[in-house]
């Protein structure tokens, strides 16, 4: 019924005519649907509109001979190729979520190593206590240790 020429030229006028009309009422029942999800459905029902209801033991658009049950089982065959498909992506995105796990891991130890060589650094230079008599010397100690913190930031960030 919708078989084409090698241009794509329709075989049958019919054909054409249920094409056409087919594809226009789609367009039109998307058009008022809200919901965008729901082309499929809009399509099948257009679909049984145009050709009428299934016949019952027959399978539209497969040719003489094709009975339900013999479509169910290449169904559940692709069914099964799908879900195979889907359990090796799963198994993928797995192996990719534990290597990114682990890629984060080893770069929050080298973190926490470099913290701890900026500390040990800070507990070399700067005394344990510092005296609270005069804010001169508070001023001194944090321009010191501002001083300190950049020289350490450009040492570890700029190469």
Request: proline share 3%; glycine share 6%; no cysteine.
């Amino acid at each position: 019924m919708t078989h084409t020429h090698r241009d794509g030229s329709f075989v049958r006028e019919e054909s054409r005519d249920i094409v056409d009309r087919a594809t226009s009422l789609i367009s039109e029942r998307i058009g008022e649907s809200s919901s965008i999800g729901n082309t499929r459905g809009v399509e099948a029902q257009v679909f049984t509109e145009l050709m009428g209801s299934e016949r019952y033991g027959r399978v539209r658009g497969y040719g003489v001979g094709v009975t339900p049950t013999q479509l169910s089982a290449v169904g559940r065959y692709t069914q099964d190729v799908r879900q195979s498909s889907s359990t090796a992506k799963v198994n993928d995105l797995k192996a990719e979520i534990k290597e990114l796990k682990q890629s984060h891991q080893t770069e929050m130890q080298s973190l926490r190593a470099q913290i701890n060589q900026i500390t040990s650094l800070l507990h070399q230079f700067v005394p344990p206590q510092v005296p609270d008599s005069s804010s001169a010397r508070r001023m001194v100690m944090l321009a010191t240790l501002k001083h300190l913190f950049w020289s350490l930031y450009v040492f570890f960030y700029a190469f």
